[in-house]
C-alpha cells in the first residue's frame, strides 16, 4: 500500500486526460459496487460508503509525503529530492 501512495503522488503529474479516464473509472466502479444506476449523483454514494475521491485521495498522499519529506522520514532513495 505504501508504494501504491508514493506513485500516486508522485505520479500525479499525469496528463489531465488521464486523470478525467481514472474518475471515470472509478466512479463506474463505486455505482457497480453499490448496484446504482449510471446516472445516479457520485457524491452521495462515497457519503454513503465512506470512500475519499481520487482527487482528495491525491490530496491526502501528498500531503502526508510532504510530510515525511519535512521531517526527514521518506525511503533513502528520495534524499536526493530537494525544495527548490
Known amino acids: 500500500m505504501v508504494i501504491y501512495n508514493l506513485l500516486l503522488v508522485l505520479g500525479g503529474g499525469v496528463g489531465i486526460t488521464t486523470l478525467n479516464q481514472l474518475n471515470v473509472l472509478h466512479n463506474k466502479i463505486i455505482r457497480a ?3 446504482s ?6 457524491a452521495p454514494l462515497y457519503e454513503k460508503l465512506n470512500l475519499l475521491k481520487l482527487d482528495d485521495i491525491y490530496s491526502l498522499e501528498l500531503g502526508k509525503t510532504m510530510h515525511k519529506f519535512h521531517s526527514v522520514n521518506l525511503p533513502d532513495n528520495f534524499n536526493h529530492l530537494s525544495l527548490l
Open 37 to 42: 444506476s449510471f446516472r445516479t449523483k457520485i
Open 33 to 35: 459496487m453499490t448496484y
